[in-house]
């Protein structure tokens, strides 16, 4: 059963996540940060300063708000980590059909009953088949599913393959027109075949301040139209 599928993912949401980050976050002062530069943010004069004690003062100056800065901005990266993010957000059509199956859920509700939802329409769709999912990207989503699943101990597909092959396993549409060292992204593909983009507006970065705003009805317009999209891109590239 072929199967497009694509997620949209949040940061880790256990409240102890940004205090372990700062527990083992060390602050660096950034290669860009020339002598200049450094007497200019620490309005010092005296030339003969050397660059180590001007790290010094900046790190003194600056260093505890540059931890929280960088501590965030590390917390926020864990929405591309299975072991760590959750899911948001998940739509799905089949090859043949307009049929869009979306789920979403808000922040606090529960991630198992999500991943049950997931599971539960796809084995129906199935219907004792293999799955053959494609997606845009297949090795960022697949393993991700794989990983929350597991994590929540919702058992996936029997046939489910989070680590296959592209091409027999699962197909994705990033590899199968970049190959498998170079990337490309979906609406810069989607133009590049003529084939419908993404709509104005939202971006992938928009998602968790969306749904940090309970926004979720257009969370999953955005995901429901990834699918879309990628299901174009496959039909192009296949000539189908």
């Known amino acids: ?34 002598k200049p530069k450094l007497m200019d943010a620490l309005g010092v004069t005296d030339k003969y300063k050397t660059v180590g ?42 090859i043949d059909s307009d049929q869009k199956y979306s789920f979403v859920r808000g922040q606090g509700e529960s991630e198992s009953l999500l991943l049950e939802n997931i599971w539960g329409k796809v084995n129906e769709l199935c219907n004792s088949k293999p799955p053959f999912f494609i997606a845009h990207n297949a090795d960022f989503d697949l393993p991700f599913l794989f990983h929350r699943s597991v994590i929540k101990r919702v058992k996936p597909n029997s046939y489910f393959k989070p680590h296959s092959r592209h091409g027999s396993d699962h197909y994705c549409t990033m590899k ?25 507006g939202m971006t992938g970065a928009d998602v968790y301040q969306y749904w940090l705003d309970g926004r979720l009805a257009e969370i999953v317009t955005y995901c429901d139209q990834d699918v879309e999209v990628t299901k174009n891109i496959y039909k192009r590239i296949n000539f189908l």
């Open 176 to 200: 199968a027109w970049a190959g498998f060292k170079d990337r490309i992204g979906l609406d810069r593909l989607a133009k590049a075949l003529g084939v419908e983009g993404k709509l104005k």
């Open 1 to 34: 059963m072929d199967i497009v599928i694509d997620l949209e993912t949040v940061p880790d949401q256990r409240a102890s996540a940004l205090d372990e980050i700062l527990e083992t976050l060390t602050v660096m002062v950034s290669s860009d940060l020339t």
């Open 53 to 94: 004690e001007l790290k010094d003062m900046w790190l003194e100056e600056f260093g505890a708000v540059k931890k929280t800065e960088q501590a965030k901005e590390a917390l926020h990266k864990t929405c591309f980590d299975g072991s760590k993010g959750e899911i948001a957000s998940a739509s799905f059509q089949t």
